[in-house]
């Protein structure tokens, strides 16, 4: 059974149509990504199946609820964690969970959901005391205490550091594997490529593109990315021609090609030729990266220029 379906999904803020017909199935036991870039429709649309917000058109059904009329039987089997979810902060962790846990029925241990997000040192500690990352996962952590069907997570690991966020990828994995279905917001493509079952890219309201991140990658039409640093003291204008396409990230140079093998043969020669060695070379497939910015960069830049 599917436990999440949506279709012809619409809500309107004056002019702009923020949700523009959205249809979305999200199966029980999935865990699937919403990519997307600032402002294209991410929020609006979870806080809707979340039943935060009401929809202007289209049909919604969560858990086989309608999310506004849904009350207290739907509320007790979804888990939220919100981008910045504010908390009385001269409360501890445990505290926190306890109080947390007595407003389900079937709450998980505090002691196993302190464990599951690594809060065992700041277990005790004011949550004032807790720096951004440890208030995260302690976000995190109220939205898992109540043991939800189905958990919504609003970009989870913002603000994580390395080790933190590897420990809040495993608890997804494990939390997918205790048969949780997951609805993730994500601007990281890696933790997207990591954790989901399937990606959905939306913007302007609209879903541009589904499919596992290999459906996606393998949709970018068979390219091969050769990528290498530029050395130093020659600018892009000094390379030879080649493959179909060029990005340049600071001083590393991403070329997209359908000819590999030859670009690769003139690149090298190139560089022998003038005695260079060509740092950080390396040939991939288009990751899930690529073909995101293929779909929404174009506008992600425009949006980013002044007017
Ligand atoms: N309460 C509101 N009133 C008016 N416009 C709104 C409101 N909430 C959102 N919008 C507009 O709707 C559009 C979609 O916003 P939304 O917050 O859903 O995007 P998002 O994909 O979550 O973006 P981000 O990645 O920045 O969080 C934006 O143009 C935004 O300005």
């Known amino acids: 059974m599917a436990a999440i379906e949506v279709q012809g999904l619409r809500k309107v803020y004056g002019d702009v149509a923020a949700v523009d017909g959205i249809d979305l199935t999200i199966d029980e036991g999935e865990v699937v990504a919403l990519l997307g870039p600032n402002g294209a429709g991410k929020t609006t649309t979870v806080e809707i199946l979340e039943g935060y917000r009401a929809p202007d058109g289209g049909t919604v059904s969560v858990l086989g609820h309608d999310p506004q009329t849904g009350g207290r039987a739907f509320r007790e089997r979804i888990g939220i964690v919100l981008q910045e979810a504010g908390f009385e902060d001269s409360f501890t962790p445990r505290e926190l969970l306890r109080l947390h846990a007595g407003y389900y029925p079937h709450p998980r241990p505090v002691d196993e959901v302190i464990a599951l997000t690594g809060l065992e040192e700041k277990a005790d500690a004011r949550v004032r005391a807790l720096s951004g990352g440890q208030r995260r996962r302690l976000d995190l952590a109220l939205g898992i205490i109540g043991d939800p069907d189905l958990l919504f997570l609003d970009e989870p690991t913002t603000g994580f550091d390395p080790s933190a966020r590897r420990r809040a990828w495993e608890l997804v994995e494990r939390l997918r594997d205790l048969g949780a279905t997951i609805l993730l917001t994500t ?21 541009v593109a589904q499919g596992t991140p290999d459906e996606l990658a393998s949709a970018a039409g068979g390219a091969t990315i050769i990528s290498f640093r530029l050395p130093a003291g020659l600018t892009a204008l000094d390379l030879p021609d080649l493959g179909l396409e060029r990005r340049t990230a600071g001083s590393v140079i991403e070329v997209r090609t359908e000819t590999p093998t030859a670009d690769v043969a003139t690149l090298a020669a190139w560089a022998l030729e003038r005695g260079l060695e060509l740092e950080a070379l390396t040939l991939a497939r288009p990751s899930l990266e690529d073909v995101y910015l293929d779909l929404v960069g174009e506008q992600a830049q425009v949006e980013m220029v002044p007017s």
């Open 187 to 207: 601007h990281y493509l890696d933790e997207a490529e990591h954790l989901a079952d399937r990606v959905v890219v939306i913007d302007h309201g609209r879903v």
